[in-house]
């Protein structure tokens, strides 16, 4: 069975450090792209970065560009987000999500995530 | 950089047929995919791709595609699919990842 839990949210001040972990079950974690999404208590999903498989290539939202580090030890089977500089913007629920996709009749890929964690929620206030 | 829009809000009679759409650039060279979230719980993939449904997704649900628009129909909607549906969607430079913004649907 898939699972992915995430951990390491809490409460931080603003301009305080956290860092999140998402543990991977289930599945081979080395063979797929993963991202992490964030949704503040009732808005919309945000997504917020994602690795390849061999942590080689990283993209960040425009949003957490620079004060943000996604990162995963395959050997462990987990996912990182590093979070600095916290403001009181990041304040929501951080989930991971795995990533597949598939080619269809021209070769174009589409993508999808079809296993999310339960979500860890981070709150930055003083 | 690029968007998907959803309308925020949509209702449908129990047992009727509902659909929800989402539209952005993105669209023309990726197919949505949809997720289904109930309060306090994480999202669900329900449709992905040209009109796949994961195992345990019922068949009243269905996705479709024409230009820049996607859809996600429920047939025969029930008291259960009350939820929040999100599209989703690589950024037309195929980089970043977009989500709409979100339908609500009631279930009356």
């Known amino acids: 069975e898939v699972q992915l839990v995430e951990s390491g949210g809490g409460l931080v001040q603003p301009g305080g450090s956290l860092r999140l972990a998402c543990a991977a079950s289930g599945f081979t974690f080395s063979g797929y792209w993963m991202h992490w999404v964030r949704q503040v208590p009732g808005k919309g999903l945000v997504w917020v970065s994602h690795i390849n498989r061999d942590a080689t290539s990283a993209t960040y939202a425009d949003s957490v560009e620079g004060r943000f580090t996604i990162s995963r030890d395959n050997a462990m089977n987990t996912l990182y987000l590093q979070m600095n500089g916290l403001r009181a913007e990041d304040t929501a629920v951080y989930y991971c999500?795995?990533?597949?996709?598939?080619?269809?009749?021209?070769?174009?890929?589409?993508?999808?995530?079809?296993?999310w964690g339960q979500g860890t929620l981070v709150t930055v206030s003083s | 950089s690029s968007e998907l829009t959803q309308d925020p809000a949509v209702s449908v009679a129990l047992g009727q047929t509902v659909r929800i759409t989402c539209q952005g650039d993105s669209l023309r060279p990726y197919y949505a995919s949809w997720y289904q979230q109930k309060p306090g719980q994480a999202p669900v993939l329900v449709i992905y791709g040209k009109n796949n449904r994961p195992s345990g997704i019922p068949d009243r649900f269905s996705g479709s595609s024409s230009g820049n628009t996607a859809s996600l129909t429920i047939t025969g909607a029930q008291a259960e699919d009350e939820a929040d549906y999100y599209c989703?969607?690589?950024?037309?430079?195929?980089?970043?990842?977009?989500f709409g913004g979100g339908t609500k649907l009631t279930v009356l």
């Open positions: 989703h969607s690589r950024d037309t430079g195929g980089n970043h990842v977009v």
């Open positions: 999500a795995r990533e597949s996709f598939y080619y269809d009749s021209s070769d174009s890929p589409h993508y999808y995530f079809d296993y």
